[in-house]
């Protein structure tokens, strides 16, 4: 077996990928010292990912860096220009070797509105700085929408975009004023109160305030469509279009804020816990935890443990925000807030309830904890460690390479669906996953459906097809382990071994009882234990299968006509039934001398009809 030496700078691509998301967001590849080799951004962070991996036409720096690559970590945005600004925010603080650095190490592109007195100009700048004393307006996702956006406000507006030294010095009107660019404020053209009645209305579309301006320019669309001015109604419907784009938000960096963002995300034992940083309303990054905690503790309390150690448990100085956003309610919080803000020298808030970009900012650290807690879930590193530990737990010779477990679901004894599901030593494998239809068993009988499925299951892997399993569980007490031992022994399966897992009396997640079918012994694993997250895991999944499948033949049930499967029944004659009585629930009421006056229905089809509704 090889050592983790040896594997430690091999990465399993095909298992990150199969639990990768297809959101837009940020990718970072790490080497195995942890430096991050490469940043990219994606519109679909599977299907781009997946490119780096494929067997043939990668170039000869790609397959360099595929080469070094450990880990992929991602961070998910709420879209494509989310994703660009945090990739360049992401290059600028890491330096990553395989990304092209610009040597001017240029910053995101702006709109300007000088501080002219009477007639200020709208221009594009690239990055803003402090010493300008007009307004800026940004960042843009590229410097091709922002000139466009200016061109656009332009034609509407008319605002100079001429530098004040050229301004000063004209007698004229210029080219701008000619092509109906500019209204020539230069030569007194235009008043200064219009002209700042113009700069307010552009203004207001800059920062998205006004609404009622698109709406006379679709009015102007609409009057010049329904004049047949076709051409000039294409170009206000080319203004509104530009005009939307260039008042689109991004919430990657908004107009403002300094906060940590935390989210969590529990499942099978192992909870993640997500922060985003954001410093000036730009979201500069992730950072993910797997703290070990209790099963007793609370959301509240795990939180507030988290939180602690987070800013005071660490020897280096930590930068504090004005915010921390929180998904609950904190244990303690006016403590841990009074702490914060004595150690940051400022007020530190920690905030719950919160609206527009901030509620963005916490949807998005909730669906990083998630999808960082699956793609955790998933590696192979901690299946296998989980692996070698539920082997020792259970003293197994050999460490288990197939495994699979059952659950029972039905609703009030009706639409009984069993499931089996199947874990290998690289996590669950879905391809192998088996749902069955439980009939000819008494409604709410789970032993008797778990006794079919066993049978149905097994009497096919003893007859050599399908692959035996190493070890099985079943979600249950020892009533539902005597029926696995039993179909088991007169199969002739005795060899494999075989695990209940029981709710404890507390029926809480953690408190699991196992027993061992072969010494009838039941025992308890401690809440932290990896073997029991594994199991865990694969009971949730069992569950999880069956309510899938019970539910999916219970409204496929429902959406089926009763009177579909009766035989002799067709669509015609159901048709005749519907409309003689108008509904099923009459039918049902009906005699079979009643259902026997239907045009098409015997007597002896009208008997079947009746004994088909009444379960006869």
């Known amino acids: 077996m090889p050592t983790k030496s040896d594997t430690a700078h091999e990465f399993d691509s ?18 195995t010292a942890g430096e991050v080799l490469y940043v990219g951004k994606a519109r679909n962070l599977k299907n781009r990912v997946s490119s780096y991996f494929r067997k043939s036409g990668l170039s000869a720096k790609t397959e360099a860096l595929v080469s070094r690559i450990a880990q992929v970590e991602v961070t998910i945005t709420g879209s494509e220009t989310e994703a660009l600004l945090l990739e360049q925010n992401l290059i600028k603080s890491l330096r990553p070797p395989y990304n092209i650095l610009l040597r001017d190490d240029k910053s995101y592109p702006y709109i300007y509105l000088s501080g002219h007195d009477k007639y200020p100009s709208l221009t594009f700048r690239r990055g803003r700085t402090r010493r300008a004393k007009g307004s800026w307006f940004g960042p843009y996702p590229s410097s091709g929408a922002v000139r466009e956006s200016l061109n656009v406000l332009q034609k509407i507006f008319r605002i100079r975009n001429c530098s004040d030294s050229f301004f000063n010095n004209r007698s004229r009107p210029c080219l701008q004023y000619q092509i109906n660019r500019c209204t020539a404020p230069c030569v007194g053209y235009i008043s200064p109160e219009d002209y700042a009645n113009d700069i307010r209305h552009a203004t207001m579309f800059l920062e998205g305030k006004n609404p009622a301006i698109l709406d006379d320019l679709m009015q102007s669309m609409e009057t010049a469509s329904q004049a047949l001015e076709f051409e000039k109604a294409a170009i206000y ?49 992730t950072k993910d935890y797997f703290p070990r905690f209790s099963l007793e503790q609370s959301d509240a309390e795990l939180l507030s443990a988290f939180l602690g150690q987070f800013y005071f448990g660490g020897d280096a100085q930590r930068e504090f925000p004005r915010e921390v956003l929180v998904p609950v309610e904190v244990d303690e919080q006016d403590i841990l807030s009074q702490a914060l803000t004595e150690a940051a020298g400022r007020e530190v808030r ?12 916490l949807d998005l650290a909730a669906t990083n904890a998630q999808q960082t807690l699956l793609t955790h879930l998933a590696s192979k590193e901690t299946v296998y460690r989980r692996l070698l530990a539920l082997r020792d737990l259970l003293e197994l010779k050999e460490t288990p390479s197939r495994m699979e477990c059952f659950d029972i679901s039905h609703s009030h004894g009706e639409n009984t669906v069993a499931s089996c599901v199947v874990f290998d030593e690289n996590g669950p494998l879905k391809s192998d996953y088996r749902l069955y239809n439980i009939e000819g068993v008494t409604g709410g009988d789970d032993y008797g459906a778990m006794r079919q499925v066993l049978t149905r299951r097994y009497t096919r892997i003893k007859s050599g097809e399908g692959k035996r399993p190493d070890l099985v569980f079943v979600d249950g007490g020892k009533g539902q382990l005597n029926v696995a031992r039993d179909v088991f022994e007169q199969l002739g399966l005795s060899d494999i071994t075989l695990i209940g897992v029981a709710k404890g009396v507390t029926r809480k997640a953690g408190m699991e009882q196992l027993i061992d ?44 006509s009763t009177l579909e499967g009766i035989e002799g029944v067709g669509a015609k004659r159901r048709r005749e039934l519907i409309r003689y009585f108008g509904g099923i629930q009459e039918i049902k009421k009906a005699s079979v001398t009643e259902i026997a006056k239907v045009r098409g229905i015997s007597r002896g089809l009208a008997e079947s009809i009746y004994a088909a509704l009444h379960n006869e």
């Open 14 to 31: 095909k298992t990150f990928l199969k639990r990768l998301t297809e959101r837009p967001g940020v990718y970072r590849m790490l080497d």
């Open 237 to 285: 419907r080319d203004q509104v279009n530009h005009l939307r784009h260039v008042q689109e938000q991004q919430s990657i960096e908004a107009s403002g804020g300094d906060a940590d963002v935390i989210a969590m995300a529990q499942d099978a034992g192992v909870v993640c816990v997500v922060v985003i940083l954001v410093r000036g309303g730009r979201v500069l990054g």
């Open 350 to 361: 920690i905030r719950r309830n919160v609206r527009g970009e901030r509620r963005r900012w």
């Open 517 to 560: 079918a072969l010494t009838d012994a039941t025992f308890r694993v401690p809440s932290d234990s990896p073997a029991l997250h594994l199991i865990q895991h694969i009971r949730d999944e069992s569950h999880r299968f069956a309510i899938t499948g019970h539910r999916a033949r219970r409204d496929k049930k429902r959406r089926q």
